[in-house]
């Protein structure tokens, strides 16, 4: 006679927790996402200075949102998700939670540099003035400061779990200032405008801008994808690089 | 098309040094970081003892 057996597969979610099954994969994402950065930044810039109208208040220098905007919004998800990964690190002890944090924070910098810089360049024309001290440029500027702190603070500390979870720390308690810069516009008398898109509520702008802002967007999604799996794996290769199964993956020479 | 010539285009209706300006340095940027990043990877795969890095890329020594 014959036994049925039912098995029971547990599904392991830890089983992508560690870096041994990370750095593969991360090999495999990085092409994909730079290659789908490019395209859909051509794309986007095609639609932003070739589609998308004249805007009848500002004229041409308006087209630094399809830069100004989807950098502005990275630089608070990347921060986001480096809460998250923090969290995670804290909570579970995962290690690969922090490394996924760390590799996440320069190109976060990156964003904010550019948001900030082509902010005051819109700023100029627009405003009359590069910079002013108020509620948003100002806590976005804490922001780049929270960034570079988190950066330098986890380069600071030799140990590297002590590293890892000072680090996680700060970004936490820095979390505070991504509400703070998002509401500004709200909270505050500020010279910079509201928010031109909601969830909630139709654009307040032309389809075809609408349309450059959304593909540049995704393109800086990619390129934050591409970058920090990159990165991920900088960070493995230093941290396990007297591990067996890197060498194994490497090919004996 | 928006704009009537190439000098049109390039001039921006007169914010081109607000608008390319804006532009150069952020994939300027771009560029900076993954440069960093690239050469970082291909330090770091050397000196693991092989002349090759972890894409199966051949390294010059």
Redesign the interface.
């Known amino acids: 006679m014959k036994k049925i057996v039912t098995e029971v597969i547990p599904l392991n979610f830890w089983k992508y927790s560690t870096p041994k099954t990370v750095f593969p994969i991360a090999?495999k994402v990085i092409p994909m996402a730079f290659l789908f950065a490019v395209i859909l930044c051509v794309a986007g810039i095609y639609v932003g200075?070739?589609?998308?109208?004249?805007d009848f208040q500002q004229?041409?220098?308006y087209?630094?949102i399809f830069?100004?905007v989807p950098?502005a919004w990275m630089s608070m998800f990347i921060y986001i998700i480096i809460v998250f990964w923090s969290l995670m690190g804290l909570i579970f002890n995962t290690r690969l939670s922090f490394m996924m944090a760390q590799s996440l924070a320069?190109?976060g910098a990156?964003m904010t540099?550019?948001a900030l810089?082509?902010g005051a360049?819109?700023g100029?024309?627009t405003w009359g003035t590069w910079w002013v001290w108020d509620a948003r440029l100002t806590s976005e500027l804490i922001l780049l400061f929270l960034y570079i702190g988190y950066i330098v603070l986890g380069a600071s500390i030799d140990d590297i779990r002590r590293s890892d979870r000072t680090s996680a720390i700060l970004a936490l308690i820095g979390a505070v200032n991504i509400p703070i810069i998002y509401f500004s516009v709200e909270w505050w008398s500020t010279l910079h405008q509201g928010a031109s898109i909601s969830l909630t509520a139709a654009p307040k702008m032309a389809a075809s801008m609408f349309l450059g802002l959304c593909l540049m967007s995704l393109s800086f999604w990619m390129?934050t994808i591409g970058?920090a799996f990159?990165?991920l794996?900088?960070v493995i290769?230093?941290r396990e690089?007297s591990s067996t199964w890197?060498?194994e993956?490497?090919?004996a020479? | 098309m928006e704009w009537a010539s190439l000098t049109e285009f390039f001039r921006m209706g007169g914010y081109s040094i607000y608008v390319w300006g804006s532009y150069c340095v952020s994939f300027f940027l771009f560029f900076i970081e993954l440069y960093f990043m690239f050469w970082r990877f291909r330090e770091l795969s050397k000196t693991e003892g092989s002349d090759k890095n972890l894409n199966g890329d051949v390294i010059e020594a």
Do not use: C, D, N, Q
Not at chain 1, 49 to 54: D, G, Q
């Open positions: 090999s200075f070739f589609v998308a109208p004249t004229g041409e220098v087209r630094i830069i100004h950098s320069p190109t990156v540099v550019i810089w082509t360049l819109w100029k024309p390129y970058a990159y990165r794996r900088i290769l230093k690089k890197l060498r993956f490497e090919g020479p």
